[in-house]
């Protein structure tokens, strides 16, 4: 079956440890996107990447990284620098803007 | 002011009742969707729509671009329909990014 699959699904951590976050879809699609949500918020974008080896700057990209090695792979690193880490994550993956299919979301929680 | 604003925020109804949610922009855009949030987080796409009105089963979307404005209606609702429905909408320029609206969380009682 084709998908985005997202793990863990929950993640605990220490403040000042960074933490990476794994996407991986076997869709074929170029472009992939990591989402942080927040309770009462909407969607906000973190990273995007439209093909291997480039990505770009979403709306709130300080304090996370990420790389696009491999067409199926996106994963997003929460670093020490990011002040408010906890959040419910979430990757998706689209062949363009058509249509985004998201992935199941990895609940971060940083203590 | 958000550049997508969703109506109501937090809507309870009865099993059977007609639901209607909005959703007004303030942007040009190319295409506004309407996803849907399950109580696990996973989300799910409904419909995409440019203009005019789509149907899947008992769900309608509909939009009129120069109001700016789209609704998401369930007809008959159940209350699997219960969860945070989304709507978002793609730029005018084709920017590869969605603006989101902060969501309606919707309960539908037996």
């Known amino acids: 079956d084709g998908g985005i699959t997202q793990s863990p699904k929950y993640l605990f951590r220490k403040e000042g440890q960074n933490v990476t976050l794994s996407c991986e879809q076997n869709l074929n699609h170029d472009a992939m996107y990591w989402y942080r949500q927040d309770p009462g918020q909407g969607l906000r974008l973190i990273y995007y990447s439209q093909i291997v080896n480039d990505f770009q700057k979403g709306d709130i990209a300080e304090g996370y990284s990420v790389s696009r090695e491999k067409k199926e792979s996106f994963p997003l690193t929460v670093t020490s620098a990011q002040k408010n880490p906890t959040a419910f994550y979430l990757c998706?993956?689209?062949?363009?803007?058509?249509?985004?299919?998201f992935g199941p979301g990895t609940r971060l929680t940083v203590t | 002011k958000n550049e997508v604003e969703q109506s109501p925020q937090n809507l309870t109804a009865q099993e059977g009742e007609f639901i209607t949610i909005n959703c007004s922009y303030s942007v040009g855009i190319s295409a506004l969707h309407w996803l849907q949030q399950h109580p696990g987080g996973g989300i799910v796409s409904l419909f995409m729509l440019s203009s005019g009105k789509k149907k899947h089963g008992r769900l309608i979307a509909t939009i009129n671009i120069q109001e700016k404005h789209s609704s998401l209606h369930i007809t008959a609702s159940h209350p699997r329909d219960s969860a945070v429905y989304i709507c978002?909408?793609?730029?005018?320029?084709?920017?590869?990014?969605?603006?989101f609206g902060q969501g309606t969380r919707l309960t539908i009682n037996p």
């Open positions: 978002a909408v793609g730029g005018e320029e084709g920017a590869q990014k969605l603006v």
């Open positions: 998706a993956s689209s062949i363009d803007l058509s249509e985004q299919y």
